[in-house]
């Protein structure tokens, strides 16, 4: 493989912990690979050229560990991190693993699993924060329904702004410095969970305490499931300021969370995508919460990650050349420009509605605009192909 | 039928004047039914027992109507109206079916179609004034793409707010009394359209000059069609006090946009959303935008129509019937209860902080806590069949 | 509730053993059920009034058994079956859970994995025999692909049929007198199933060394897993002769493999269902291929299966007096009825070849026939509702 | 762009008259592009390259055309057909535009109806034959329904049988050699339609009295509509020798029938599709079933058309590109090797059966074999992105 696609730190390229690690289990079958130990997983990411691993508080400490184990984990973890020049730009907590939060977790009907959830989301923060991150991540897996008898939907609202707000001032009074990265998923493991596209946590934002701390997680599987168009989640949430961090797979549509490598299932939706990303400036993680098919072994995980980091740069390369094409820039010149003499666009003033109103469109001059978006996607899909 | 389930003005039953016009038309095939006119469409309205009709400015008024022209028209529509006690609660525009359109109306790419979307927006709130609406409704049917090439996602964002504000401040200057009512959708016609959620417009309602103006109009189809579960998206617009008016219809996930009669593709999940609007006490139009079946003449139309309004009442019916089941109400109860003595919930203070972290939780018990939900999902199922 | 709907053995309900021992494992969360003992499985569905149950041989006999244990695991499960008078209807064979599965079984790429897959399966079936099954069913959950790099897919069906055909001379060797139901999925576990859809079982089957040997199991959720009309599938395969054994359960289009109580996401498509079986006659099996919800305990696994028969039971019930009702019967006799005058339907001959093309058609008068379907189906929700 | 993905005669690329002479309507919006004469299209089709033209009767003939008017636009067709070196490979019949249609037509209620569309596919499929198509395409897109309640579902099995069985026969008796290739859609513009996928087809095939005169025309969109791997189905229609002819085009999952050009959707399962159809040499025709985005006038329709054929031939070369790369060979060899000494495939015989039942296989050494299936598809996206 060429050298000009090989990973640098400066791709600021993460992985969770749980991806590399993940053994392979699903519904129908048994684990495949054998435990990796979080202190092998980060050298398995060093090996490959990552920049930065993420984590789940269980990923690392196990859910029954002593604080003493606890202590001695974390440290050992930081250590095996610094030694492999690993940052932990992002942590987040479990809380859908344990038979505990069967219900849900900040909206479960037990109030006694809500405050549960709370403190343990609290001692996650406090973990994260003694590794360095700065990004906690809330995904809601098990925030959801099979059935609405269970509990009025906009109760479950107010639970989870509460708790948010709750590990806001945390967060504050304890100095961490997080921002807090909502992450939307529209069913399983639940039928249906609860804020359900990435739109949906842009809604509840500006509803809490403190929104300025607190912005989206979206994950490109997350939103195909729902057969959404990712790129314009990622859009609306950037403009809004809210692009907290990502998280970088693959997913066909309408389909059980597959969570491929990334460009897999559909590299023009990720030609799309990245390009998003490197013409705005996103400077966060490029996280990939991917894992391995159940098919390999860990020489395969390797091929896996390299392979997502790889198609980023890939397509980022293509990005650019799309960018430089000639033909492509002139047709994006034309297609922008009016089809006829129009009114300045502006805000509102009696004066510019009063030229608005008066002003005659020729509905068939506005009609017979050119617009070549079949020749420019064709070129677009060239450039793809690498045949331009 | 028995008389229990008429239709009275109270419910505030609406029908959009292109529902019961609809003739029938469709990608593969031609209309099937003959022209009616708005008259008498608000005749029919009145017999089958309506509350109200809404329109599009050109169910009413051709696009290319005169002034005169329009003045006429919309006059005898009013006194049709009030002839026929129907009122008109809602207006809206269309800025997808010309052909102007084709690339979308506040969000294209041509400066001159986004000044022609705004005035043509402007002259149908003109006509919903008139007519005495005060929800206009915005569904930006076209504004979207087939490919992402055409524009980036986040420009037609702020284009998509620079009309929402210039509408706003239009309608405050005449003095309308306008809320706005956004209507999400995920694709169809387009490829993909932006604002593919009503939880997309929750977030960019925010971020708005007027804020307190604009709400959202959740379609139930719309939701559907990406597999969402309608009634969270109603909850989460709700809490938010953003539920301005909806949109009653059916749907099966992952089609074409069938809008059919409401409750006609899954009562189970039509009877969950009528019981979160009676039981939260939502006092706006129950509009159906649904039509009936291409197969119908309008003696079937008006079958639709009456359809559309008995299973609502049906459905309300057995909703206040759930809520006085004693067994259900039980149940209900029960698992609501803490399955362990835990820390009251409240906001943060220093104080609950070290409540909440000094308490200690036993998993197994929150874990074994009874959810009889199986049980209590049955007896929903027997309360909609109609066998308790 | 009422006897009328007591589960009967004349009703032939049967479940998995797997479903009621289903522990809620899931790719979020570890298990949150104790494991039941097979024996305690039947006596389970004994009380629930339960006719059958079917099993995978691994769900009775462990997959490092020897031959001894085997055989007296196989001698004391019999003896709790007939002890509790439960029949075994239907065994099968689990060829996706263990890793040497994980590339598939029959159509696995490594040679050694599809003899031992032939291998396992004709001992499931010696199992099944010994505990009287007459059918047996084959669903090839590995049968499938992440990546299409890694087969031809017209190599995976020759496979598939070289399996089919020796695993049905081997029943005729031992004259086990079986007749095999294949069973369909679109994905999940793997990325894509090879025979998607029963459908494609259907078209698979008459290339078979045995056609007559082989039919299909089709599946409620995975038909609707691809948005399918279940019933459609359904009838198909009736009317090939073909519907062998039925797994029912319920699921939401486009999501994850969710097996909920039979009728709990969509009565009204499993009314349509259950009134298709009882209006053919239909008298094999009615399996329930579901499991309950991850929230309860093995009180409410009871509630769940008994909530499937009993909804079953509602529905047959609804279908009778859907059948029964004077209003349906007559549009159903009116919409089967000529519009105009037309050549009797007959084979072709050249006499009637003539009749037909000296025909004249009046396509106004063909598109004026009165279709009263939006009434019929509004009819049909209101026996649903039980308000009719 | 280079020559060496010009379109020539043996690459035996079709277009449908409907495609580019689509005119941009659709539910929500008129038509936006003037109608395109049958001789123009196939003008505009010599000018781009194209190898064929095929047709609905009504495509060229309007529907009321009298018997003098249709001789002349055929015999006129004819020519211009072959003035511009244009063949015409299939033909097909509009069984779904005319109000007649409207519930059907080989499965109508109706029985003049069923009468009337047997009639005009007679008619169609003369048409076909004067102007030399040995391929006749049949799509049922309106046999289907919105309710069950209209009609049971084996009934319409029953009555589409009788209609192909009906052409069957007229076909052999006139001569005209045709082979019939049935097309399978799941929904739209039917709530459901009968015979959802190709598999359905498959499977009613061998049910006909000329099973050997009848085929599958799978198509891009309707199968993915149903978010199914298309070039599994294509491939069992293959091994069944049932691939008549074929749809190409694109669709995002779990939509209405968007029919995009070629690869425009997903370029990489458009690559499989194309390396499966050329690496087992299928012979018929290469038809887009496809049109241009409603955005574009007739230039960007040449556009569409030219990119459907250009993207093909890119895959084409791709295709060959993987087969040719050694890396990629080297897995194809191990990932088919035995992980361990193994009896032989055979078909069933006792003897093969002692050494079946006799061998031991060992499940870990199964599970261990390598399968670098992550690698393979990296590597395939790599050619596929034109990196390798």
Redesign the interface.
Known sequence: M?DK?APLPEHKFSFGLWTVSNR?????????RPPLAPVDAVKMLAQVGAWGVNLHDNDLVP?DATPAERDRIVKEFKQACDSHGIVVPMATVTL????????GAFTA????????A??KT?RAMDIGAELGAKIFVLWG??EGT?????R???D???RLR?AI??VC??SI?KGYGYTFAMEAK????R??I??????????????LAHPEMVGVNPEVAHEQ?????F??????A???GKLFHIDLNDQ???????D??F??????SAF?LVK?LE??GYAGPRHFDAH??????Y???K??A??CM??YL??KE?AAR?NADAE?QAI?KE?????????A?A??S?AH?AT??G?T?D?G??????????????????V????R
């Open positions: 060429s696609y392979g289990r699903d519904p129908f079958g048994s684990e495949v859910i859908f693993f344990d038979p505990a939060f069967r219900d009907n037990d109030p006694a699993v809500r405050a549960y709370l403190q609290l897996g098990r099979e059935t609405d008898a269970c009025r939907a906009d479950a609202v107010k509460h707000d709750y001032e945390y009074a529209p069913n399983e493991p039928g249906d609860y804020m359900a596209t990435t739109g949906n946590y842009l809604g509840l934002i500006p509803t499931m729902a057969g959404l168009n790129t314009h989640a990622v859009a609306q950037w403009e809004a066909v549509p309408g389909r059980y969370d597959q491929f490598r460009g897999a299932a559909n590299p023009k799309f998003f013409d705005v391995a098919y159940r098919t390999e072994n020489d395969g995980v091929d896996f390299r392979g790889r198609t890939i397509l293509k799309w492509i994006v297609i922008h420009e009016p089809s006829m003499p129009t009114p666009e805000t509102y009696p509605l608005l109103l002003h469109f509905r001059t506005l009609a017979a605009k050119n617009l070549p978006y079949e020749r420019l996607d064709q070129l677009t899909v060239e793809l192909l690498g045949t």
